[in-house]
């Protein structure tokens, strides 16, 4: 089944009850036994619900995995992975990072006693300086927020696997349309749904996807112990924001590479971060591991002036000035001050994550109109 068909319909059956298309929001929260202990494979809606039954086997589907289990948020998602670790447990995590992933390991699980190293990650060699008896998780994103690196999930893998460890690959802003880590040797992909995956800004949510049977068991026992699950309507919403993830992520990355190219091109702008772009260091790397480039793009003034660039954002029009990515609709972010503030100003420096750092989440409006909104606002 090819990847537009799988969205539509791999683990997505009519209703049996009603014959009803589309997947029914089955709000309810327990579920009637004929005997104790006795039911229809549904008992209480915080460790099973239908609506979240099949959104969860098409996400597994999605990501060419065999479990998909979905969580309240994407932290969530991310919570439960380190829950299967344990005191004195080690994790090198990419040192480019989202700012509440970094805040999640250095303020929770840091205190639990958690040693994290966090690396620039290219390719699996910029590990191995950092593995010992006590490692036991890789954690990447790729391409990185907001710097939008690149990270060869192949080579990584090799390693991994050689040293017994897990890999997870936060895929939010690839999404499975341009990128299947699980093909190329992670154990976990995670995904902010909230973003790209339910598209339309209008729901929170997150997800984990797996191969392994006994890694399965563990991540949906730590779903239902703990709790951190999405509701029955949320999960219908991001079904439907699913059904139309290829033809949007098609538009995606074509006003994303006209965006960075016109931005390249422009007297008053620096740097621009887009894997898309020939002389970025990650180009051929993505050229090979993903479909296309997606629709992020950050960039920098040329005169690298915290004053013009947050008066830039100001006077946007058509791209909000808000957090998050991936809805139909351009947004604008600055990561020092909003996504990525919890990460202290000489850690992000040291990363190459400048105060003057503009993040673009590049919508599906018309191109013109985009460039338009750009160019007035940059003066």
């Known amino acids: 089944m090819e990847f537009a068909t799988k969205l539509i319909h791999a683990g997505i059956e009519p209703d049996p009850t009603t014959g009803a298309v589309m997947t029914p929001i089955f709000q309810t929260s327990t579920y009637a036994q004929t005997s104790p202990g006795v039911h229809k494979g549904y008992e209480y809606s915080r460790t099973h619900n239908p609506t979240r039954t099949v959104l969860q086997n098409n996400l597994a589907a999605l990501e ?24 004195g447990d080690e994790v090198v995590a990419s040192s480019d990072l989202y700012g509440g992933t970094y805040r999640l390991f250095t303020k929770v699980f840091q205190e639990f006693g958690i040693k994290f190293h966090f690396v620039k990650i290219q390719s699996g060699e910029d590990i191995i300086p950092f593995l010992n008896s006590n490692t036991k998780l890789v954690w990447v994103e790729t391409p990185t927020n907001p710097l939008l690196q690149i990270v060869d999930i192949l080579s990584l893998s090799s390693v991994t696997n050689q040293k017994g460890l897990l890999l997870a690959v936060d895929n939010t802003f690839a999404t499975p349309f341009l990128q299947n880590p699980l093909s190329l040797g992670a154990d976990i992909v995670m995904h902010s749904l909230t973003k790209y995956m339910a598209g339309h800004s209008d729901v929170v949510m997150g997800a984990l996807i797996v191969k392994d049977d006994a890694l399965h068991q563990k991540l949906a026992f730590i779903q239902n112990a703990t709790g951190a699950t999405p509701g029955p309507m949320d999960c219908f919403l991001v079904l439907r924001g699913l059904k139309t993830l290829h033809v949007r992520m098609e538009r995606h990355c074509q006003n994303g590479r006209e965006i960075a190219d016109w931005l390249y091109r422009h007297p008053k702008v620096g740097h621009v971060y887009y894997p898309g772009l020939p002389h970025h260091v990650g180009h051929a790397l993505a050229s090979s ?23 830039l954002m100001e006077n946007l029009k058509l791209f909000t000035l808000a957090e998050s990515l991936g ?31 503009i993040r673009l989440s590049v919508g599906l409006e018309d191109i013109k109109d985009l460039k338009e909104d750009l160019s007035q606002a940059i003066g």
Do not use: W
């Open 64 to 87: 060419n995995g065999k479990y998909g289990i979905c969580f309240a948020t994407g932290l969530a998602a991310t919570d439960a992975v380190m829950k299967i670790l344990k005191p």
């Open 289 to 311: 591991q993903m479909n296309d480039f997606g629709g992020m793009v950050s960039f920098t003034l040329k005169n690298d002036d915290l004053a013009e660039a947050v008066k």
């Open 327 to 357: 809805g139909v609709e351009s947004l604008c972010t600055h990561p020092a001050s909003m996504t990525h503030a919890s990460i202290p100003k000489e850690e992000r420096e040291k990363n190459g994550l400048k105060d003057t750092l």
